[in-house]
């Protein structure tokens, strides 16, 4: 499966009249509160699955912040991305105590499929984002499937979970690995 | 007669099948004809047994574990309800001597309420503090936090009570109260555990914190990693003020004190308390220059208390008890009890809250139980991704701040991760230097270039190249990090890194 990245990398898409009014939708709610900006950008990412760049500057004008400012906050903050993810995000930590587990196996086998890290598939129905530590320290490797923890994931586990969502077919994908599909 | 179930919503016991535990309970209850309350409660701790279920029976709480839905119909045919015989059976909960050994008392509660039951919290000794601490003059509180010798579990271990008294101290018209929920250490879940199984101690804490001080205002800043977290919090929140504990009149008293939930955005140095601040003004995570410290001139530039969610948690028990009681346990100037997270290649891990002064060999064999894999413990990382890799020579070292710190390690948040033999200790120390590189705010030359030259110089040795010229050159550049950089995150990055090549030299290259 041939993958093209989309965090920062993909060329920013044109927003909607319906993206717009989202964006306006969340400013309009939650523009007063103090600090505004990072609960701003979090709904309408929650709301569109990215925030498009074209928002930037309405949401700088209502909040009286330079483009840069709001620029330079959503480059930052590695939660925000900037083109429409993939119909399910499957998050793997990368971090030390699932690194004690083998985690590092699950983005592998994810590489055999060529998911790396930061990719989406081709057909659009995955994304893949790499965490440092999900919580979930002793009942390692963890991942996280579009917002539910899972722990103790090998190889098997996550075709299941992936099968189970349509994304791999149920069983294993045929790519032949030892250990790995089955 | 209904029955009464727990079956625990932590998300550790969920990302083991919890949820289809619960579903498969009322699923064979009703099947059955049996009346079964279905109580929803944090984690016991004892999170290799999870999903752990506990059932109320006429001589307490009976706990069977790991609960699979496809063991619930065997379960039901061997009358859990009742407590019946069952190869998963575990016996009474409070009688488990991996629990009973522990000193639970941030923890007293989580595991054994509905975590967001207001009524159940009352009636397990919620409140008691904070209406004594409505009785008690401000002054009189802070000394009762001083006394008691805690100190900041976020990392640093400052004393609490030099904090709150020069917060309360500060001349403002306003204050605030910061809870540090980022939890961002690998290794590391206990700040999860409480806000997911007993959010209203940490609302307590924070409340108490607020009178003393004088705030009117918290905020808890909680990782976006933790959606499960977020939502018990959010209703939490929801029934405190409900219920009057927080709002314009705190427990009727004409006091004011209100909470409000802020998300980060996945950024490890917004857990640093200033990035942290930045980030609850909207900005990106960049490190401030101190002094002024936050205690003076922190968000918004107003005085503030910032505190990790252990710190806070464990404010009801002082106000509770005194500060006397408090410091009379642990060991040395470490004082009260530590919520150790036991993570990694361990096979009984979870979480073990216990005195200071707790050898970590006490930790890992007779709690931990050695690893999960069954090989041999090779080495451990205390303190998250800036803490030390400790060998096994090491391990009847105490917990306890100035013990760890003279042998150079970090007790940092508590968590301890496990590694058996076949670790590579110079990945990982490659692995602390490109986390550093990815994570660093940028603000300070030695950590945004430095953790990169870093990588570089690590990637060479692990070649076998130059092995002893490029040695120095890292031990070069982790003295100007130790030395240069503005905050802990480029100032303690060598402790992993140097830990590593000092007591496992053989893992760094061949050369
Ligand atoms: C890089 C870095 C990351 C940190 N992450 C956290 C964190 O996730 N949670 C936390 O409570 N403290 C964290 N700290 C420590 C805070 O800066 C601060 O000392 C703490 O929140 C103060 O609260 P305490 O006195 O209760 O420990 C971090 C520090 C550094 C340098
Ligand atoms: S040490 Fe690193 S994280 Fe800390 S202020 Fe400097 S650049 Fe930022
Ligand atoms: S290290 Fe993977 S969940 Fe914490």
């Given at each position: 499966?041939?993958?093209?990245?989309?965090?920062?990398?993909?060329?920013?898409?044109?927003?909607?009249?319906?993206?717009?009014?989202?964006?306006?939708?969340?400013?309009?709610?939650?523009?007063?509160?103090?600090?505004?900006?990072?609960?701003?950008?979090?709904?309408?990412?929650?709301?569109?699955?990215?925030?498009?760049?074209?928002?930037?500057?309405?949401?700088?004008?209502?909040?009286?912040?330079?483009?840069?400012?709001?620029?330079?906050?959503?480059t930052?903050?590695?939660?925000?991305?900037?083109?429409?993810?993939?119909?399910?995000?499957?998050?793997?930590?990368?971090?030390?105590?699932?690194?004690?587990?083998?985690?590092?196996?699950?983005?592998?086998?994810?590489?055999?499929?060529?998911l790396?890290?930061?990719?989406?598939?081709a057909?659009?129905?995955?994304?893949?984002?790499?965490?440092?530590?999900?919580?979930?320290?002793?009942?390692?490797?963890?991942?996280?499937?579009?917002?539910?923890?899972?722990?103790?994931?090998?190889?098997?586990?996550?075709?299941?979970l992936?099968?189970?969502?349509?994304?791999?077919?149920?069983?294993?994908?045929?790519?032949?690995?030892?250990?790995?599909?089955? | 007669?209904?029955?009464?179930?727990?079956?625990?919503?932590?998300?550790?016991?969920?990302?083991v099948g919890?949820?289809?535990?619960?579903?498969?309970?009322?699923?064979?209850?009703?099947?059955?004809?049996?009346?079964?309350?279905?109580?929803?409660?944090?984690?016991?701790?004892?999170?290799?047994?999870?999903?752990?279920?506990?059932?109320?029976?006429?001589?307490?709480?009976?706990?069977?574990?790991?609960?699979?839905?496809?063991?619930?119909?065997?379960?039901?045919?061997?009358?859990?309800?009742?407590?019946?015989?069952?190869?998963?059976?575990?016996?009474?909960?409070?009688?488990?001597?991996?629990?009973?050994?522990?000193?639970?008392?941030?923890?007293?509660?989580?595991?054994?309420?509905?975590?967001?039951?207001?009524?159940?919290?009352?009636?397990?000794?919620?409140?008691?503090?904070?209406?004594?601490a409505?009785?008690?003059?401000?002054?009189?509180?802070?000394?009762?936090?001083?006394?008691?010798?805690?100190?900041?579990?976020?990392?640093?271990?400052?004393?609490?009570?030099?904090?709150?008294?020069?917060?309360?101290?500060?001349?403002?018209?306003?204050?605030?109260?910061?809870c540090?929920?980022?939890?961002?250490?690998?290794?590391?879940?206990?700040?999860?555990?409480?806000?997911?199984?007993?959010?209203?101690?940490?609302?307590?804490?924070?409340?108490?914190?607020?009178l003393?001080?004088?705030?009117?205002?918290?905020?808890?800043?909680?990782?976006?990693?933790?959606?499960?977290?977020?939502?018990?919090?959010?209703?939490?929140?929801?029934?405190?003020?409900?219920?009057?504990?927080l709002?314009?009149?705190?427990?009727?008293?004409?006091?004011?004190?209100?909470?409000?939930?802020?998300?980060?955005?996945?950024a490890?140095?917004?857990?640093?308390?200033?990035?942290?601040?930045?980030?609850?003004?909207?900005?990106r995570?960049?490190?401030?220059?101190?002094?002024?410290?936050?205690?003076?001139?922190?968000?918004?530039?107003?005085?503030?208390?910032?505190?990790?969610v252990?710190?806070?948690?464990?404010?009801?028990?002082?106000?509770?008890?005194?500060?006397?009681?408090?410091?009379?346990?642990?060991?040395?100037?470490?004082?009260?009890?530590?919520?150790?997270?036991?993570?990694?290649?361990?096979?009984?891990?979870?979480?073990?809250?216990?005195?200071?002064?707790?050898?970590?060999?006490?930790?890992?064999?007779?709690y931990?139980?050695?690893?999960?894999?069954?090989?041999?413990?090779?080495?451990?990382q205390?303190?998250?991704?800036?803490?030390?890799?400790?060998?096994?020579?090491?391990?009847?070292?105490?917990?306890?701040?100035?013990?760890?710190?003279?042998?150079?390690?970090?007790?940092?948040?508590?968590?301890?991760?496990?590694?058996?033999?076949?670790?590579?200790?110079?990945?990982?120390?490659?692995?602390?230097?490109?986390?550093?590189?990815?994570?660093?705010?940028?603000?300070?030359?030695?950590?945004?270039?430095?953790?990169?030259?870093?990588?570089?110089?690590?990637?060479?040795?692990?070649?076998?190249?130059?092995?002893?010229?490029?040695?120095?050159?890292?031990?070069?550049?982790?003295?100007?990090?130790?030395?240069?950089s503005?905050?802990?995150?480029?100032?303690?990055?060598?402790?992993?890194?140097?830990?590593?090549?000092?007591?496992f030299?053989?893992?760094?290259?061949?050369?």
């Open positions: 499966m041939p993958s093209t990245a989309t965090n920062g990398a993909a060329p920013a898409s044109p927003a909607t009249p319906t993206q717009f009014a989202i964006v306006d939708a969340s400013i309009a709610r939650l523009g007063d509160l103090p600090g505004a900006l990072l609960p701003i950008l979090h709904d309408v990412q929650d709301q569109l699955g990215f925030v498009p760049e074209a928002a930037d500057a309405r949401i700088a004008a209502a909040l009286n912040l330079s483009l840069a400012e709001v620029h330079g906050v959503v930052f903050y590695h939660d925000f991305r900037r083109a429409p993810p993939g119909d399910h995000v499957l998050r793997i930590c990368r971090a030390e105590a699932c690194q004690a587990v083998g985690g590092e196996r699950l983005e592998q086998h994810l590489a055999a499929h060529g790396g890290a930061g990719a989406t598939s057909d659009g129905r995955l994304t893949v984002e790499a965490v440092y530590c999900l919580g979930n320290c002793a009942l390692g490797p963890s991942v996280q499937f579009d917002g539910e923890l899972h722990g103790r994931v090998d190889e098997r586990r996550l075709d299941q992936l099968g189970a969502a349509g994304i791999l077919p149920r069983g294993g994908c045929g790519c032949g690995r030892q250990g790995g599909c089955r | 007669m209904t029955a009464t179930v727990y079956v625990p919503r932590d998300s550790a016991a969920v990302s919890a949820h289809a535990v619960a579903a498969a309970i009322a699923a064979a209850a009703a099947g059955r004809g049996e009346r079964v309350r279905l109580v929803r409660n944090g984690s016991r701790g004892l999170l290799w047994l999870e999903p752990l279920i506990e059932v109320a029976t006429a001589s307490g709480r009976i706990a069977y574990g790991p609960v699979q839905a496809h063991d619930v119909e065997g379960l039901f045919a061997a009358d859990v309800l009742r407590g019946g015989a069952h190869p998963l059976r575990l016996g009474p909960t409070a009688e488990i001597g991996w629990l009973a050994r522990q000193q639970r008392l941030s923890f007293a509660r989580t595991g054994v309420v509905d975590p967001l039951s207001a009524d159940d919290y009352e009636a397990h000794g919620g409140l008691v503090a904070l209406r004594a409505l009785a008690m003059a401000g002054d009189a509180l802070v000394e009762q936090v001083a006394s008691s010798g805690l100190r900041g579990r976020g990392g640093a271990g400052f004393p609490a009570g030099i904090k709150w008294r020069t917060v309360r101290q500060a001349q403002a018209d306003q204050k605030y109260v910061a540090n929920a980022d939890e961002g250490d690998s290794g590391t879940f206990s700040d999860r555990m409480l806000l997911e199984g007993d959010p209203f101690t940490l609302l307590e804490g924070m409340a108490i914190a607020g003393a001080v004088g705030a009117t205002v918290g905020y808890v800043y909680l990782r976006s990693e933790y959606p499960d977290a977020r939502a018990v919090l959010r209703a939490a929140i929801e029934t405190a003020r409900a219920r009057g504990w709002g314009d009149s705190v427990l009727g008293s004409s006091r004011a004190f209100d909470v409000h939930l802020r998300i980060g955005a996945g490890y140095i917004c857990g640093e308390e200033t990035a942290m601040l930045e980030s609850l003004e909207g900005k995570g960049i490190v401030r220059a101190k002094p002024p410290l936050p205690a003076i001139a922190g968000l918004w530039g107003k005085p503030t208390l910032v505190h990790n252990m710190t806070l948690a464990a404010v009801p028990w002082i106000v509770q008890h005194g500060g006397a009681a408090y410091a009379a346990i642990g060991s040395g100037r470490s004082r009260g009890t530590l919520p150790v997270q036991l993570a990694g290649n361990v096979a009984r891990g979870g979480l073990v809250e216990v005195p200071f002064g707790t050898t970590l060999r006490e930790l890992l064999v007779d931990g139980g050695g690893t999960r894999s069954g090989r041999p413990i090779r080495a451990v205390v303190g998250g991704p800036l803490g030390a890799y400790v060998p096994s020579s090491a391990f009847d070292l105490p917990l306890d701040y100035e013990a760890f710190a003279a042998a150079g390690f970090l007790v940092g948040h508590g968590g301890v991760v496990v590694f058996d033999d076949t670790v590579d200790l110079g990945r990982m120390a490659r692995f602390a230097m490109a986390f550093c590189a990815a994570e660093s705010c940028g603000k300070c030359t030695p950590c945004r270039i430095g953790s990169t030259r870093g990588v570089e110089v690590l990637d060479k040795i692990l070649a076998g190249e130059q092995r002893e010229a490029n040695t120095a050159l890292l031990r070069d550049l982790c003295d100007t990090m130790t030395h240069g503005l905050c802990a995150m480029g100032g303690l990055l060598p402790m992993p890194v140097l830990s590593a090549l000092d007591h030299p053989e893992d760094f290259g061949k050369g």
